[in-house]
């Protein structure tokens, strides 16, 4: 199988993004199992190899991806002038740097010069600016990526459970405004194509949280559930799809009633996310699904706390190359048993 190119973008230069990234990528052996294309800062990647101790690995110093070469770990230099880190604060030159290597990696995902994308985790306050009005990596990519009619889903996964959002980086105050009957149908819809086409899920299985405490107990205090997301639930089971719903979340996840299903669909960020990070080993993934392309990350941030000491975790964003990998390939098998269906026979007279 050829081996695919796996583009990966430094994130916040005063975090712990390139210290994981490197980590990752630098065992024995690994180019034997993809080509690495690491956009980021020449002069910062070789300090940080020798901060953590690997300054035996050699880089293939290009001027784009397009020059990339297989088998080797290609360095794409970001930024005309060294950069000096700040670790563990958040600065208007590490937001930049950041963006200009998402933004650098993005187009060479586009241009086919890459063929999945691994982002570093960032700092979303001052990685926004006006030329960058996104909240965060999904809704950008979504933009940038997104062909018409596509819209992109957060899912955090593991090798255990998979945990979706409907509404991303959304204020409390306005999360209901987003939970709505035909939001939950449209998310859930694409979950069940992405489980199929992405994970290789038969007939995936989706639990839909309700928003509300008890499940707003009959309305006291919330009708959501039974104005958006119960007829949510019955609208996709009429379609054949298996959704179920919706469970109050503190007794789902308390429970273990979500090892029964292929998906969660939270209806917020921490109502999915922190039961999530909590149950996991440090293993999770994000996974930007419903666009054509394939774009993980690690299930971190910035770690600031610890930037710079050289002491950070890489299991995560190993997963995150790793996993890219998986659903890039399992779009590929699935894609070609998809195709080219046998046409009916014709009776002949």
């Known amino acids: 199988m050829e081996k695919l190119r796996v583009g990966l973008t430094q994130g916040d230069t005063n975090g712990v993004g390139l210290e994981v990234i490197l980590k990752s990528i630098m065992p024995e052996g690994v180019t034997e199992l993809y080509t690495p294309v690491l956009f980021a800062n020449r002069k910062l990647t070789l300090s940080t190899l020798q901060a953590i101790g690997a300054e035996n690995v050699r880089f293939q110093h290009i001027p784009s991806a397009a020059e990339t070469v297989d088998g080797r770990i290609n360095l794409v230099n970001i930024g005309d002038t060294p950069i000096e880190p700040s670790y563990g604060v958040p600065t208007p030159e590490s937001g930049a740097a950041a963006r200009q290597a998402l933004q650098a990696a993005v187009q060479a995902l586009k241009d086919g010069d890459i063929d999945v994308l691994v982002t570093g985790p960032v700092c979303k306050s001052v990685t926004h600016c006006e030329e960058f009005d996104f909240p965060g990596h999904t809704e950008y990519l979504e933009a940038t990526l997104g062909e018409e009619g596509e819209k992109a ?65 009959g309305g006291l205090i919330g009708d959501e559930e039974g104005r958006e997301i119960l007829p949510a639930v019955k609208r996709l089971q009429e379609d054949n799809i298996l959704a179920f719903g919706p469970y109050p979340a503190d007794g789902f996840f308390g429970g273990g009633l979500w090892k029964e299903f292929d998906v969660v669909l939270a209806m917020y960020h921490d109502q999915g996310l922190a039961p999530f990070k909590a149950l996991d080993r440090g293993e999770g993934v994000n996974f930007t699904a419903g666009l054509g392309y394939v774009r993980t990350s690690p299930d971190h941030g910035t770690a600031y706390d610890i930037a710079g000491q050289m002491k950070a975790d890489s299991t995560s964003m190993s997963q995150a190359i790793y996993r890219a990998i998986d659903i890039y390939r399992n779009r590929e098998r699935y894609d070609e048993a998809s195709a080219n269906p046998l046409k009916p026979a014709t009776q002949k007279l």
């Open 153 to 217: 889903t957060m899912i955090l996964f593991n090798s255990e459970m998979r945990v979706a959002l409907l509404t991303i980086h959304e204020p409390v105050a306005k999360i209901s405004d987003g939970v709505r009957e035909d939001a939950i149908t449209d998310t859930a819809r694409r979950l069940d194509a992405t489980l199929r086409r992405d994970f290789g899920c038969d007939r995936p299985r989706i639990a839909v949280l309700s928003l509300n405490p008890h499940c707003g107990d």
